[in-house]
């Protein structure tokens, strides 16, 4: 029998309303008994989780894990190496692979390498269309059988407004919800960063609020039309935080995420980085009144989780100018730092209420196991240390991506250590 | 005159106005005046930059703003090297940054960058040790355009303090109207933009411009007017409908520009659109100066070579 013992951590469960000083034990994968003082054993291995928190394993609804096809960007073993160093047990990732994840062999083969990586769970996405091309709908049924947890073309669009109706109507008989990168790629018109003040004043293209608002609004109204699991990734707009709000208000079922980087970062940024597209993403960095709507969105619980969208590339891709460079940030290893220390320490929300962000919630949106630490459930944890200063230096990340706008940046927080059923495949 | 000339320019790079102080502006501007007069020698070629190396990359076509260059470096002394994207390893999918180690290698004094994605100098700069001169970036900035323009305008007007300067056509799209923009607001000059709002940026009021929609409007008591070429390929038929409603609606005819102040410029940083943006009666009339521009812009990149090479106003025509 494999057993770990996890001592003295500040354990924080929002599932069962806990938040006390406990013991853990975990026993064969399985968490098996919380208490105070539970008995010590010769044969057991502990954590000493002394002055630390100790929450049910989070999980990454956004991450691009790039195998097959763009090994050179990242594969699947660097991906969830750099998952456990960010405090991360398990994560889902996108089908905008090459092949693309489309069909049950891609599928299994993504679930096998992770297997044999041996750090975090991979919960494969598959493409909601053949080759995320947007016109036919992808095997999903077959995929799910082997494995996938939700289904989605992002970071492509889903432009034909009949292909996501009739995707939300086929994925209702096999129980996953659909991913939406939110954008009309027409109205966005080849920008690269936000449309705005700073971008008219530093003459880079810009990506309207509004091409995303526009696509948030049709995908809702779908999505309560055809009673369709629908999960909106990335908001980025303080026009799209509200239209949630107001469709939760209203009964609707919808779910959303916001990046790390979203709440941390504005386009004054990108105007302050001299055209260095390690601040390029998509969605781009917005205005400080849409970083703060989301902040609120996140206090007042209209946004259900917070991700990396992890989406390494190479140095030479990054060395690029602006316009031809790719999009997105190299995440994993910084979203719980940026979320200690941007979110838990001014006191935006407590440590509870990003647990739910974190674990809670993607477990229930994907429904995977954990995102609890009731007796029986997975065990999976995340250690987390609110009080350690990080300063971000992407040479020593994990990732093969080392492309993050934060750079040199000091974070108050970090992940202290990471276990996979009752494996601990992290340690800082 | 107000603006009291700076004593050397601030950085080794002339990447856009938007990183100039008002000083520096004059100083080239002062500069340009002295060596324009090269041009009127019977042997029109300084020292200056012998034994120096110039790079001109050019990744975007362009016949004007080259050869402009091409003749300032050479009335200098540099030598020369050119580098246009048909020849070049760029469209092999070389990165930028390895094109600058490349050029390095030779190690040029200066590299003049035209390149169709905006910040591509501002991030050249960054890496390479050579001063590096933005030849026009995307839809960005056109620094010496602007600088040849002002000192076009300054030729006519002594300052360009209290002038009133209408710029119209593409705006959203137009480099030349951002870099105008910005000198000229830095210089005390009034900016107006004219153009539908299909062809104006969000948030034009960050240029320090006003918007108009309508040309009229703008032209009432201008000063000189910059109308801007048109390119119908480049809209898609989205910003606006045809050629013949834009002439009809925004173009500078006889007409209209009689409501501009008496003896107003016309002005065009070309290759000019006749009967598109601009009338031929008003591009050959008595006001326009579209040839003084060009002459005037080779002095300008004259100036800009010479001090950025570390060289003093006073001394730039002398041998």
């Known amino acids: ?51 630390l928190v100790v929450a049910p394993g989070f999980i990454d609804l956004h991450t691009h894990l790039r195998e097959p096809g763009f090994e050179h960007k990242e594969t699947i073993e660097t991906g969830c190496l750099a998952a456990a160093a960010g405090g991360f047990t398990a994560v889902c990732c996108m089908a905008n692979t090459n092949p693309v994840n489309d069909e049950p062999a891609v599928t299994r083969y993504i679930m096998e390498k992770a297997q044999r990586a041996g750090a975090v769970r991979v919960y494969p996405i598959g493409a909601l269309s053949k080759g995320c091309r947007g016109e036919e709908l992808a095997e999903v049924g077959e995929m799910v059988q082997a494995g996938a947890v939700a289904i989605s073309d992002s970071p492509s669009p889903v432009a034909n407004p009949l292909l996501l109706r009739r ?224 300063t971000v230096d992407p040479a020593s990340f994990v990732s093969k991506g080392r492309n993050t706008p934060f750079r040199g940046v000091k974070l108050q927080g970090g992940p202290a250590a990471t276990v996979v059923g009752g494996s601990v495949v992290w340690k800082g | 005159m107000g603006i009291e ?69 050479k009335r200098l002394s540099a030598d020369t090297l050119n580098f246009s994207s048909s020849t070049s390893s760029v469209t092999k999918g070389e990165t930028l940054f390895d094109t600058a180690r490349n050029l390095m290698a030779m190690a040029p004094d200066f590299i003049v960058i035209r390149h169709p994605n905006t910040g591509a100098p501002h991030r050249l700069s960054g890496v390479v040790s050579a001063s590096v001169i933005n030849a026009g970036d995307g839809s960005n900035e056109h620094p010496t355009q602007a600088l040849l323009d002002a000192f076009t305008i300054r030729r006519h ?89 834009y002439y009809d609606f925004f173009a500078l005819t006889p007409e209209r520009l009689r409501l501009a102040k008496e003896g107003a410029l016309v002005m065009h940083p070309g290759p000019m659109n006749r009967g598109v943006e601009i009338d031929s009666e008003v591009a050959d009339g008595d006001q326009s100066v579209i040839l003084e521009q060009v002459t005037n812009g080779v002095a300008i990149r004259m100036a800009i070579l010479y001090l950025l090479a570390g060289g003093r106003s006073e001394s730039a025509a002398g041998s």
């Open chain 1, 1 to 51: 029998m494999s057993r770990l013992l996890v001592r003295n951590g500040r354990v924080i469960d929002p599932a069962q309303g806990l938040d006390e000083t406990l013991d853990i034990l975990i026993e064969d994968g399985r968490i098996a008994r919380l208490g105070r003082d539970l008995p010590r054993g010769a044969d057991v291995p502990e954590l000493d989780a002394d002055g």
């Open chain 1, 167 to 390: 995707a939300l109507e086929y994925c209702r008989s096999f129980d996953v919800p659909i991913i939406v990168h939110p954008q009309d790629e027409i109205l966005s018109d080849r920008g690269s960063m936000n449309e705005g003040r700073v971008s008219t004043r530093i003459g880079l293209r810009g990506m309207p609020t509004v091409a995303e608002e526009l696509v948030v609004g049709r995908d809702i109204l779908l999505a309560e039309y055809t009673g369709g699991r629908l999960h909106l990734g990335h908001l980025s707009t303080a026009g799209s935080v509200e239209a949630v709000r107001e469709a939760k208000k209203r009964g609707s079922r919808v779910t959303c995420e916001v990046t790390a980087h979203h709440f941390s970062l504005t386009d004054e940024d990108v105007a302050s980085a001299n055209y260095d597209p390690l601040w390029k993403m998509n969605p781009p960095l917005r205005t400080d009144d849409d970083r703060r709507a989301i902040v609120k969105g996140i206090a007042d619980g209209t946004i259900d989780a917070i991700v990396s969208d992890h989406a390494p590339h190479h140095q030479d891709e990054k060395e690029m100018d602006f316009s031809d460079a790719p999009f997105g940030i190299s995440g994993l290893e910084t979203a719980v730092s940026l979320a200690l220390d941007r979110l838990i320490r001014p006191g935006v929300i407590d440590l509870s209420a990003l647990v739910r962000l974190m674990s809670m919630a993607p477990a229930r949106i994907v429904r995977v196991p954990g995102g609890s630490l009731k007796e029986g459930s997975v065990g999976d944890l995340t250690v987390l240390d609110p009080e350690r200063s990080v």
């Open chain 2, 5 to 73: 000339p700076a004593v050397a320019l601030n950085s080794k790079d002339l990447v856009g106005i938007a990183g100039l102080e008002a000083g520096e502006i004059q100083l080239l501007l002062d500069t340009a005046e002295q060596l324009l007069e090269v041009a009127r020698r019977p042997i029109k070629k300084v020292p200056t930059l012998r034994g120096m190396t110039v790079v001109n990359l050019f990744m975007e076509p362009s016949t004007r703003t080259r050869f402009s260059f091409e003749v300032a470096e």
């Open chain 2, 157 to 245: 007007f002594g300052s360009l303090t209290g002038l009133t300067v209408v710029v119209a056509g593409d705006i959203r799209h137009s480099r030349v109207a951002r870099s105008n923009a910005f000198l000229l607001s830095k210089m005390g000059a009034k900016v107006r933009f004219a153009a539908p709002a299909s062809l104006l940026p969000v948030e034009v009021e960050e240029l320090q411009a006003e918007s108009y929609l309508r040309l009229e409007p703008a032209l009432e008591g201008a000063d000189a007017v910059m109308m801007l070429r048109i390119q119908m390929e480049r809209q898609k038929k989205l910003n606006f409908p045809s050629m013949r409603e």
